[in-house]
T-cell receptor, first 114, second 116 residues
Framework: DVKVTQSSRYLVKRTGEKVFLECVQD?????MFWYRQDPGLGLRLIYF???????EKGDIPEGYSVSREKKERFSLILESASTNQTSMYLC?????????????FGPGTRLTVT | AQKVTQAQTEISVVEKEDVTLDCVYE???????LFWYKQPPSGELVFLIR??????QNEISGRYSWNFQKSTSSFNFTITASQVVDSAVYFC?????????????FGTGTLLAVQP
């Protein structure tokens, strides 16, 4: 079974703090994704990576950055957390090779910024 | 532009009722894939089904069935004889190509509450 793990289920941070969300997958997938989920808005893509050190902006990259130094690990960074970044963050991975492959999701991190 | 619309924000049914979750999509691609995911209260999205644009056959898996109609750009999901364990948020998604790799465009989700 594909396993995608996220470093924390719940996180509380203060405004202005630098926040790291970590995601690890164990299936040697090339692609990894970060989404945020908000009520009424569904899942919105923040950033994704299709290879080590390669990244692309998704639909809402502002205020975020990412890092992928190893194939299995994809980090989401909030350089200076703000209250409007309070949300559920979901990480996913998928193999490469066309659009048929479903994405496998981690359990999510619920981040609260106070 | 690619888009997925799930017009039903919340649905509440009583156990054993049948329920259909609607999904309408927009894409200019001739080849694409459609997906359904389930998100139970635990939070993790669980993959349910994938359908490619060339296969319009309906699919049945136990109490779940999917109706794909290209003519109406719809990919609806029916749960027969619903159970309390079906309570979850259900997302419909459409495949897209970023130029570098495949990605998914999600609808806003439908919250299904099955009452005992």
């Amino acid at each position: 079974d594909v396993k995608v793990t996220q470093s924390s289920r719940y996180l509380v941070k203060r405004t202005g703090e630098k926040v790291f969300l970590e995601c690890v997958q164990d299936m040697d997938h090339e692609n990894m994704f970060w989404y945020r989920q908000d009520p009424g808005l569904g899942l919105r893509l923040i950033y994704f990576s299709y290879d080590v050190k390669m990244k692309e902006k998704g639909d809402i990259p502002e205020g975020y950055s990412v890092s992928r130094e190893k194939k299995e690990r994809f980090s989401l960074i909030l350089e200076s957390a703000s209250t409007n970044q309070t949300s559920m963050y979901l990480c996913a991975s998928s193999p490469t090779g066309g659009s048929s492959y479903e994405q496998y999701f981690g359990p999510g991190t619920r981040l609260t910024v106070t | 532009a690619q888009k997925v619309t799930q017009a039903q924000t919340e649905i509440s049914v009583v156990e054993k009722e049948d329920v259909t979750l609607d999904c309408v999509y927009e894409t200019r691609d001739t080849t694409y894939y459609l997906f359904w995911y389930k998100q139970p209260p635990s939070g993790e999205l669980v993959f349910l089904i994938r359908r490619n644009s060339f296969d319009e056959q309906n699919e049945i898996s136990g109490r779940y069935s999917w109706n794909f109609q290209k003519s109406t750009s719809s990919f609806n999901f029916t749960i027969t004889a619903s159970q309390v364990v079906d309570s979850a948020v259900y997302f419909c998604a459409l495949s897209g190509w970023s130029g570098a790799t495949n990605k998914l465009i999600f609808g806003t989700g439908t919250l299904l509450a099955v009452q005992p």
